[in-house]
């Protein structure tokens, strides 16, 4: 059997390579493969396993969510969300050293809680914060370093894209993901925020001088316009977390929500209207054709014994379990410098989930594990979705933006090492509220 797995790795691995680097798209090249897979490697008819596979993948009611989520935040970016941040959340943070800059993280950790996605809210806020930042004279170089590394808590603040999906491919609880999200993100936004006061008490040349001050009334009435928004999100949030509804549920909730802002903020056109159902429909298709095509290949590797080999392997080595998570954090990076991470997870859970539950891991953890580590892929040069953002955005040299972001990557490194000595940053949460 062991010169048969090695085979079958050794065929997945060229596969893999030789497919994806033809420019075939993700989810079709997962097909072929298991296709191919399933016709050499076995005696059982591909075509049966074919529409078994994606029928199970893509009919899940779980996965509902996803698009409706997708939409929610298709539509609040076409309102006037993005033009507010800056002046409703200025003023709140002048006292701060770094001052604006902490904008970004804010920025980011509302943003994310409306897009879901890392590369929309990166674009949303960046668009937004740096040329401000720029004209008030902040550096650039942390600027940018702010904003790569807030970006990638559009993964982990919830209602998260990526955690619907590694919950539709670990079959665990959309809604138990979604809380315990909660305090890692808050902890990974404090972190952020600490490390660029701490710069700007250390590079005070820097920095611009302080703003005027303004008068508390005069900050609540800049932040009026947030309101709705943060309302919007707090209601989708809560009506989860307190079992009020389902992930799906709120997920129309928020897009019922999101068009009556639109409406009332007078940016609902048809052409708003259209764009965004266009954009939810093109982003929703993908990851559909993904997670088709990764359940058609993890059925291959499931007929052909492949995950259930390796845990065993890995069991019989004796491998000192942090070890293994030292390897899978390496393993996700390197992946992340060729594929994006909704692929990443799709493409490895099948592998993975066997042997992390053999060596003892909730697999709750293991998804805000996953997220984080899939968060630092995207600020991994060359393929890092975020450092193409910032590109788009900055013009900069793409190694100039993950030089400068190094910062915020190591922080999300030591954020990954306190889960692992202390889990119930991860665990206490959703035991708590749903155990009650």
Request: charged share 10%; hydrophobic share 60%; net charge neutral.
């Amino acid at each position: 059997m062991e010169s048969d797995l090695s085979t079958i790795i050794i065929f997945l691995v060229v596969s893999l390579t030789l497919i994806l680097g033809a420019g075939i798209w993700i989810g079709l090249a997962l097909m072929v493969i298991g296709y191919l897979g399933l016709y050499w490697f076995t005696p059982i008819p591909a075509v049966n396993v074919l529409g078994t596979a994606i029928w199970t993948s893509i009919s899940s009611w779980s996965l509902a969510a996803l698009p409706l989520f997708i939409w929610m935040g298709e539509i609040l970016y076409r309102t006037r969300i993005s033009e507010n941040l800056f002046r409703g959340l200025a003023p709140w943070v002048n006292w701060i050293p770094g001052r604006l800059l902490h904008v970004n993280v804010i920025g980011c950790g509302i943003f994310a809680a409306v897009s879901g996605s890392s590369a929309a809210t990166t674009a949303t806020v960046g668009r937004m914060s740096l040329p401000e930042l720029k004209k008030r004279g902040y550096d650039q170089g942390i600027s940018i370093a702010s904003l790569a590394g807030s970006g990638t808590l559009g993964l982990l603040i919830p209602p998260s894209i990526i955690m619907i999906v590694y919950a539709v491919a670990a079959e665990v609880s959309i809604v138990r993901l979604f809380i315990a999200g909660v305090i890692p993100g808050i902890v990974l936004m404090l972190l952020f925020s600490s490390y660029i006061a701490v710069w700007a008490l250390m590079n005070k040349h820097l920095a611009p001088p302080p703003e005027p001050s303004m008068p508390f009334m005069l900050r609540v009435k800049s932040t009026a316009e947030l309101i709705p928004i943060i309302l919007l999100i707090l209601v989708v949030i809560a009506s989860i977390y307190l079992g009020w509804a389902t992930a799906t549920e709120a997920a129309v909730v928020g897009v019922a929500g999101s068009l009556a802002i639109s409406w009332f903020t007078k940016t609902l056109t048809w052409l708003s209207f259209k764009a965004s159902l266009m954009g939810a429909t093109r982003l929703s298709c993908m990851i559909t054709l993904i997670i088709a095509g990764a359940a058609f290949l993890t059925s291959m590797m499931a007929y052909t014994g492949v995950p259930n080999s390796l845990a065993a392997a890995v069991i019989d080595m004796d491998v000192n379990r942090y070890v293994l998570l030292a390897f899978l954090v390496l393993l996700y990076l390197i992946l992340g410098c060729f594929i994006d991470g909704i692929s990443m997870i799709v493409l490895t859970t099948a592998v993975v989930l066997p042997v992390i539950q053999a060596s003892g891991f909730d697999l709750i953890w293991f998804g805000i594990f996953i997220v984080i580590v899939v968060e630092m892929a995207q600020i991994t040069p060359p393929v890092g979705f975020n450092l193409f953002v910032l590109q788009g955005l900055t013009q900069r040299n793409i190694f100039y933006i993950a030089k400068v972001s190094s910062p915020f990557f190591i922080l999300m490194i030591l954020l990954v090492v306190v889960m692992t000595m202390v889990p119930e940053i991860v665990t206490w949460l959703p035991s708590k509220m749903l155990n009650r």
